[in-house]
């Protein structure tokens, strides 16, 4: 147990996006619940998210989970909150953050707002916590410092968890997120949304060195990122072939892009671990389920003699249980009232949530 939590269970409230999910985390057990109700397919219809869409559908899905999660038989020891603050769209997260201060009040209980991006830097060591609770702190202690690159649709990020568990950023992109230029890159090639995965099925099948594109911010010095040019350079390569032959190399043309945007995110994962004297590497966000990027992130790790931690799949898209754990395992400031949170749409990697 942490810095003066109470004993007891923690609930889990995430409502950033278009995810609606709860979860109940028990620091002596580890995720003894998780509840969750995607709304993907609804906003696939529109080809995106539509933030008053998005609204609805939590109103309408939270009663339901809370209402299941409240059948759970630890339910009655729950003594903590831990919900999104931000980032994410204000409407939805304003929905999440009435509910989590509504059912403080009722069960007269602290709440602790979460920073979704700092819950996702600490997701790789959920597995690990349950793994052995009781010597999860020895254990911790010994990955500190952390390097961790997170990559999702939204964001790409490479920061370091101090021995004093506080998050410094290192880089970010200054352009589009890798998930981001993953799909972008689908799309070019006539894939549908979200292209990641199809990417990843089609290169596969692919020659990696069959087209040469370009890799951005190559500087050891520097670790931010850029995707837009590669990008770009799809295009022309797209738009300089037969439709018939981006059909027939569509393959090769799925390896090759994959590898600009892997080997960009395997070099600068090892600069950071090079400039932060990185103990452990972490991987997180929805980017995370790319199995050649897992592969030689594994493999880096191997090179440079620290323990990889991939976050499971479960906890790389948008979950609460990744927001009860780091509710408990981040050391983030907190409002002297307890029910002083407020949304922070716009909140970074490196701030504490408000
Ligand atoms: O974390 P996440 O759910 O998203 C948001 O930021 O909303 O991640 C979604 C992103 C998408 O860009 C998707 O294409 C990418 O993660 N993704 C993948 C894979 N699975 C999901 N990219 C590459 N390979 C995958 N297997």
């Not at 990559?151 to 352009?175: K, M, P």
């Amino acid at each position: 147990m942490k810095h003066g939590h109470a004993p007891g269970v923690w609930l889990g409230i995430e409502s950033s996006c278009d995810e609606s999910t709860v979860a109940l985390f028990d620091p002596a057990r580890g995720l003894i619940g998780e509840w969750i109700s995607s709304q993907i397919a609804l906003h696939g219809e529109y080809g995106g998210v539509v933030p008053e869409l998005a609204v609805r559908e939590h109103l309408k899905n939270f009663p339901i989970l809370l209402a299941e999660a409240s059948e759970h038989p630890d339910w009655p020891s729950v003594r903590e909150i831990a919900v999104t603050t931000g980032p994410g769209l204000a409407g939805c997260l304003a929905l999440g953050l009435s509910a989590a201060k509504a059912i403080a009040l009722a069960l007269e209980i602290p709440m602790a707002g979460v920073n979704h991006l700092r819950a996702h830097a600490w997701s790789p060591f959920i597995a690990l916590h349950a793994a052995g609770p009781d010597s999860f702190q020895k254990r911790l202690g010994r990955l500190l410092p952390h390097a961790g690159l997170l990559v999702s649709g939204g964001n790409t990020a490479l920061f370091v968890i101090h021995a004093n568990r506080w998050i410094e950023l290192l880089g970010g992109t200054i352009d589009d997120a890798a998930g981001e230029a993953l799909d972008k890159g689908a799309k070019l090639l006539g894939l549908g949304y979200p292209g990641g995965p199809q990417v990843e099925l089609l290169a596969r099948e692919g020659d990696a060195t069959a087209f040469d594109f370009p890799r951005a911010l190559p500087n050891r010095g520097d670790l931010n990122f850029s995707f837009s040019g590669l990008k770009t350079s799809l295009r022309y390569r797209v738009a300089g072939l037969e439709d018939g032959e981006v059909l027939n190399r569509r393959c090769d043309l799925c390896a090759s892009y994959q590898a600009a945007v892997l080997d960009v995110l395997v070099r600068k994962s090892m600069f950071a671990i090079e400039q932060s004297g990185a103990r452990s590497l972490g991987l997180s966000g929805g980017v995370a389920n790319n199995r050649a990027l897992r592969d030689r992130l594994a493999a880096l790790a191997e090179q440079k003699h620290v323990e990889f931690l991939p976050a499971q799949p479960r906890h790389t898209g948008d979950n609460a249980g990744m927001i009860a754990f780091a509710g408990w395992t981040d050391p983030a400031p907190r409002p002297a009232d307890p029910l002083g949170w407020t949304i922070a749409p716009s909140l970074a990697l490196d701030a504490s949530p408000t």
